[in-house]
């Protein structure tokens, strides 16, 4: 763990509070998760966390992640939310919590997590598949439906469903094993504010061509510069 920064479970109703506002500081507008669902996950058991800058005089949380345990047969969990404030961003505190979120899953039986993103926010896409070494299990179509938080206002929501296998190690597909690539946009969400039509363009383009490319049984492999990588289903 870096110095100046501690991983906490949200135990106490102030802590489960500042959680959920923190989540919506992350994704404006009451976008991340109501108090009494959040103290709820966390008293039963479930992953709920926070991220605190203890550095200065006075400690603040700085990040916040929430995960659910799915089917007992499944020995997995599904992590919901994740968010870190924005100065804090671009400096790895996204791989401190997978990390410990790993850590914690491994120490109650859980060999997979399981979580969605939008398939258009390249950078996700690159520590989720790339980083990480999640698998892409399904592509989901206006998953959640119309969302009125300020990241997701205006458009659809739209969803990779990965599978993260905690003891397997992330690996990059052989070149030989590309057949073809579906590109996204370098900044999504620059795009969606400078022009939302042309970020909507975007949307059906990548839901079309994961559309075809899954009915001609091909898979997600893995991402680069070129964007998601197809191969041919095992």
């Known amino acids: 763990m870096p110095a100046g920064i501690e991983i906490r479970p949200l135990d ?10 923190l989540l919506d500081e992350v994704w404006g507008d009451r ?4 108090p009494n669902m959040l103290r709820a996950l966390a008293h039963s058991g479930n992953y ?4 605190y800058d203890t550095a200065g005089q006075d400690e603040r ?9 799915a089917a007992p047969a499944a020995r997995s969990m599904h992590s919901h939310i994740t968010g870190v404030l924005a100065a804090y961003r671009s400096q790895g505190l996204g791989r401190l919590l997978k990390q410990h979120q790993r850590a914690w899953a491994f120490a109650r039986d859980v060999g997979h997590i399981t979580w969605t993103f939008d398939p258009l926010v390249a950078r996700n896409a690159h520590f ?4 990480l070494g999640a698998r892409v299990t399904e592509y989901l179509v206006d998953h959640y439906g119309a969302m009125e ?5 205006g458009d659809e929501s739209d969803r ?3 599978s993260w296998a905690l003891a397997a190690p992330a690996s990059v597909p052989a070149e030989r094993e590309v057949v073809t690539s579906v ?3 370098h900044d999504i969400e620059a795009l969606r504010l400078t022009d939302p039509a042309e970020a909507l363009e975007w949307r059906y383009r990548v839901r079309d061509a994961f559309g075809g490319l899954g009915e001609d049984g091909f898979v997600v492999i893995g991402f680069d510069q070129r964007g998601y990588l197809f191969g041919r289903r095992p």
């Open 48 to 51: 709920a966390v926070a991220l």
């Open 31 to 34: 976008g991340g998760m109501p």
């Open 128 to 131: 989720n598949l790339r980083v």
């Open 12 to 21: 106490t109703v102030e802590e489960v509070f500042a959680a959920s506002a």
């Open 183 to 185: 590109a996204v946009p």
């Open 149 to 153: 938080d300020a990241v997701n206002r």
């Open 160 to 162: 990779l469903m990965v």
């Open 61 to 69: 949380m700085i990040g916040a992640s929430v995960a659910f345990f």
